[in-house]
């Protein structure tokens, strides 16, 4: 089926006007068109080729969107090329040109499972440095050091630094720690901060929503330089182990989605047709943050589906999808040979002892509480971070940002030592997944049946540091997730409530509610690591708003296949609880901060609003007139920084002209003498600028737009930037320019409910 675009008549959308050639200084409104004039070209393809519609190829900058609708036009051009050679090079260019894609597809995801694991090994022997060291080789972490080893057998070659240095008394041993505990805590994040601020400032935070912003075609090229993933890969391992709240593990999704694009980024560039073609070149950066994602958790099906919830790219083009499934798979195999752990698997947080797998239905009261709370302090997560990013910006910690990062490790590494006995994001969680088992022995004392109020207590009180720590920490100069803290946050308190409803049963195991429980009272009823992942799940879902894709990934992490209902429910009810206190996940707040001219794929709806009501109307606009000379265009270029500017012909709009294209093309022509007083002339005219030297031809430069009336509901307005990838709107009576609209628009109008907008961002012409 062809697409068509309407007619005048339809008042629904209005054509580019082009009027024949006129003289120089005439003035009078162009002849009236025939009405079929007034209908674009039958397809997208044939509007594409229309005589004005980019003869000049844009050249994009960081700030700049991509059009799509031009890249896109190319791509298929290129490919008709190909496919138009004759004899055995027509034959084998499309099957090269295929090949180079796979290329990158591949090496993309051999390189992010290899990076993963490898990050995985750094990290621990940085964490267990803090500790003590191996005598037989300093650069062996524990595990490496006690490999070998039967169950239960003493590991001597494993010492601590008291031990060590032959420190033998408890108070010498205690200080000794704690005082190289926190010393190299300090000195590890302090590194990771000066080599971000140094070398690759966009190597700190998670990293999706720049993606994100980018899939949505948003320039940004320095966010994916080989400076950024060198620095983002280092700068994790050190930031991870020093102990800060962003988990033990470097496999982050978003730190990890981060590298994988940066890899595909770079390895586009050894071709031509991913270098000069932006939407191309998404389709890859797709692929790989699903790759990324695979990494973060062992979880191939959950980057797929994260994919498919998260970025709109996935949601247009289904063989996105497939690289995407392809790349996940050849990530998760690549992380499993280097199995960085010495287990074989890819599930980081096993969870075992769960019984047959069978869950009562009088669980569901404390499940949905755990969802409720979830859905509650992911919300107040969400604001006391934007809280603590909007301080930061405001007060003196923006110009101190390695002083930020050494404040906050010592105060984290000091808290670990005395209160949480510098037990890791990754070893908490991984214990309080697991249920009290005599044989594998009691972790953390979580299994004393005596001690069930303290650690109650103490579980709670984990939560709540964490929860500080984790908003302030998420946003400083160096490179951080935020999966796991919330992970951690979410799994002390379900392990909380599920010791507590086991103590429950036990004191009263007679009653109505535990009907359901075997009769004997030793046989075990409730599971409270369970209630950890169940907590987890609904922490999760409260902080990223993710749905689909967060209960796949969580029973791919935990290998819980069986239980996958209960944390459907949790997931499900924390998104409804926390969407009730704040529309946006701790992704798109950020997203808000920094402006990124991002839309979210949900449907808009307005309250009988229409175009009128939000466009800039022609009194606000900066507009080229046809004719314009050339100092007087050069002096326009220079007073405004916007990206382009609407073309028009005595009122009548003609298209649109691209800022950097009219720099780039009358950068020559200034330079001779005497061209100060040329015309410029944005419609095509039949004679050359050879017979006429008064003149420069400009009409190459002119983009056809889209145009409706400004009377059109602004629901149709804002999907159609949505759906059709649209950087602005023209709103015309008659053919005579009324007022614009630019995505830059229409992002402040989706994101009009959040009060700190723009609250992290650099200024931006639109």
Same mark, same amino acid.
């Given at each position: ?12 959308? %209005? ?19 025939? #009405? ?38 190319? +791509?298929?051009?290129? @490919? ?9 090079? !027509? ?24 990076? !993963? ?18 005598? /037989? ?52 994040? =302090? ?11 966009? #190597? ?38 020093? !102990? ?33 073609? %932006? ?30 919830? +998260? ?49 009562? =239905? ?45 404040? #906050?490790?010592?105060?984290?590494? =000091? ?9 890791? /994001? ?162 798109? /707040? ?26 800039? /109307?022609?009194? !606000? ?18 007073? @405004? ?69 400004? %009377? ?52 931006? =012409?639109?």
């Amino acid at each position: 089926m062809r697409r068509k675009f309407f007619s005048e008549s339809s008042a629904i959308s %209005e054509p580019v006007n082009f009027s024949p050639p006129r003289k120089l200084g005439d003035r009078s409104p162009p002849p009236p068109l025939a #009405a079929e004039q007034f209908e674009l070209c039958d397809n997208l393809d044939e509007w594409s080729r229309s005589p004005h519609r980019h003869r000049v190829p844009p050249k994009y900058r960081d700030g700049n969107t991509i059009d799509w609708w031009y890249e896109d036009f190319a +791509e298929r051009e290129r @490919w008709k090329g190909l496919l138009s050679q004759s004899g055995l090079k !027509g034959l084998l260019a499309p099957l090269l040109d295929a090949a180079k894609m796979w290329f990158v597809i591949v090496c993309t995801g051999i390189g992010v499972g290899v990076a !993963g694991g490898w990050l995985d090994v750094l990290v621990k022997w940085l964490g267990d440095l803090r500790e003590g060291r191996c005598t /037989s080789s300093i650069f062996y972490n524990s595990v490496a050091c006690c490999s070998g080893l039967d169950p239960g057998e003493v590991c001597n070659e494993w010492r601590s630094w008291s031990n060590y240095l032959g420190v033998h008394s408890i108070l010498g041993q205690s200080l000794l720690q704690s005082f190289i505990y926190i010393v190299l805590s300090v000195a590890f994040a =302090a590194s990771a901060a000066v080599l971000v601020v140094t070398y690759a400032p966009f #190597a700190f935070h998670t990293g999706i929503p720049e993606i994100k912003a980018i899939l949505g075609g948003y320039v940004f090229d320095s966010f994916l330089s080989a400076w950024t993933l060198l620095i983002k890969a280092l700068g994790l391992a050190l930031s991870v182990a020093s !102990g800060l709240s962003l988990g033990k593990e470097a496999r982050h999704s978003g730190p990890l989605v981060h590298v994988a694009c940066c890899m595909a980024f770079l390895l586009s560039r050894l071709f031509v047709q991913f270098r000069y073609n %932006e939407a191309h070149k998404r389709k890859l950066l797709a692929a790989a943050a699903a790759a990324g994602v695979s990494v973060a958790f062992g979880s191939p099906l959950g980057g797929v589906l994260f994919g498919l919830e +998260e970025l709109d790219t996935f949601a247009n083009e289904s063989d996105v999808m497939w690289r995407g499934f392809v790349t996940s798979v050849i990530a998760a195999v690549a992380l499993q040979y280097v199995d960085p752990f010495g287990t074989s698997k890819l599930v980081l947080f096993q969870v075992r002892g769960m019984g047959e797998g069978s869950w009562l =239905a009088f669980e569901l009261i404390p499940w949905l509480a755990l969802a409720v709370i979830g859905g509650i302090l992911g919300s107040l997560l969400i604001r006391l971070n934007v809280a603590i990013a909007v301080y930061r910006r405001n007060s003196f910690l923006r110009e101190w940002p390695v002083l930020e990062v050494v404040g #906050a490790a010592a105060i984290t590494a =000091a808290v670990n030592d005395l209160v949480s006995d510098r037990v890791q /994001s990754s070893e908490l969680v991984a214990n309080l997944f697991q249920e009290c088992d005599p044989i594998r022995g009691d972790f953390h004392g979580l299994c004393n049946p005596t001690a069930m109020w303290e650690n109650v207590f103490l579980l709670l009180l984990t939560s709540i540091i964490k929860i500080g720590f984790t908003a302030w920490t998420f946003g400083m100069m160096v490179p951080a997730g935020i999966f796991l803290p919330t992970i951690a946050i979410g799994a002390s308190l379900g392990r909380a409530v599920g010791m507590l409803t086991q103590g429950l049963y036990k004191a009263y195991p007679k009653a109505w509610i535990f009907s359901a429980c075997p009769p004997d009272p030793t046989v075990r009823c409730i599971y409270p690591g369970f209630y950890a992942v169940i907590g987890a799940s609904a922490m999760l879902g409260g902080v990223t708003r993710m749905t689909i894709s967060l209960v796949v990934i969580l029973f791919e992490l935990t290998g819980a296949l069986s239980h996958v209902l209960p944390i459907m429910i949790s997931v499900m009810v924390s998104k409804w609880v926390g969407d009730a206190l704040g529309e946006d996940g701790i992704y798109a /707040s950020w997203i808000s901060m920094r402006r990124y001219p991002w839309l979210a794929p949900i449907e808009y709806h307005d309250n009988g609003e229409v175009a009128a009501d939000v466009m800039t /109307s022609t009194l !606000g606009l900066v507009v080229i007139e046809n004719g314009i000379r050339l100092l007087e265009l050069d002096e326009l270029l220079k007073t @405004w920084e916007y990206h382009g500017f609407p073309v028009i012909l005595g009122g009548k709009l003609i298209g649109y002209a691209s800022r950097d294209k009219i720099i780039t093309y009358i950068q020559p022509i200034l330079s001779e003498s005497g061209a100060s007083n040329r015309r410029c002339l944005f419609v095509e005219h039949p004679s050359s600028s050879a017979t006429e030297p008064d003149t420069v031809d400009l009409s190459a430069l002119v983009e056809d737009v889209m145009q409706l009336r400004k %009377e059109v509901p602004l629901e149709l307005v804002v999907n159609m930037f949505r759906k059709l990838n649209l950087r602005h709107i023209m709103f015309t009576q008659a053919g005579e320019l009324t007022g614009m609209i630019t995505k830059t628009d229409i992002v402040a109008l989706s994101s009009a409910h959040f009060p700190h907008t723009g609250a992290l961002a650099e200024q931006r =012409a639109t």
